[in-house]
């Protein structure tokens, strides 16, 4: 496997430190903006049924980002520990996203699913999101009780 220079993986938006991308994040925030959507507009819900959840390394092999054996290989050489921390934190919010877009696609004008529930489901995905930025660029920070919390309450 190829070892990278640190502007190599600046030019394909890893993080030096912790060898994670940042264009992962897409995957997420595209789907929080179709969700933000379907809570308003339900016809617009239908649009997340084309979301596929996918891990880190699939993403970036089924993506046609120009750089991703850059990102694969920084992503394999990552300190285990700061990989195995984001892979916990992109489970869990690949299950919180699944959930939630099922709850939303299940759900119908004759029975809709109750708005709270939903923009906390929301609520939810976006904090996943958040952690998982700190935990690309380093900042990991716990997981407060009051998040997991919340996103245990949802199951």
């Known amino acids: 496997m190829e070892l990278y220079d640190e502007q190599a ?3 394909a938006n890893v993080n030096p430190v912790t060898g994670l991308a940042t264009d992962y994040l897409n995957l997420f925030n595209e789907a929080i903006m179709l969700f933000e959507m379907g ?3 339900p016809d617009m819900a239908e649009e997340l049924t084309d979301w596929s959840p996918r891990g880190y390394v699939a993403h970036f092999e089924q993506s046609g980002f120009e750089q991703k054996d ?7 050489q990552a300190d285990p520990e700061v990989r195995q921390a984001f892979d916990e934190c992109c489970a869990q919010a690949l299950e919180v996203f699944e959930s939630a877009i099922h709850i939303l696609l299940s759900s119908s004008v004759a029975a809709p699913a109750p708005r709270d529930e939903l923009e906390g489901r929301l609520g939810a995905m976006k904090a996943l999101v958040l952690e998982m930025d700190s935990h690309i660029h380093g900042r990991r920070e716990p997981v407060g009780n009051t998040l997991q919390s919340e996103v245990d309450a949802l199951f």
Do not use: E, H, T
Not at 70 to 76: L, M, N, R, S, T
């Open 70 to 76: 850059v990102v694969i290989a920084a992503y394999a």
């Open 9 to 11: 993986l600046k030019a």
């Open 39 to 41: 809570i308003d507009m």
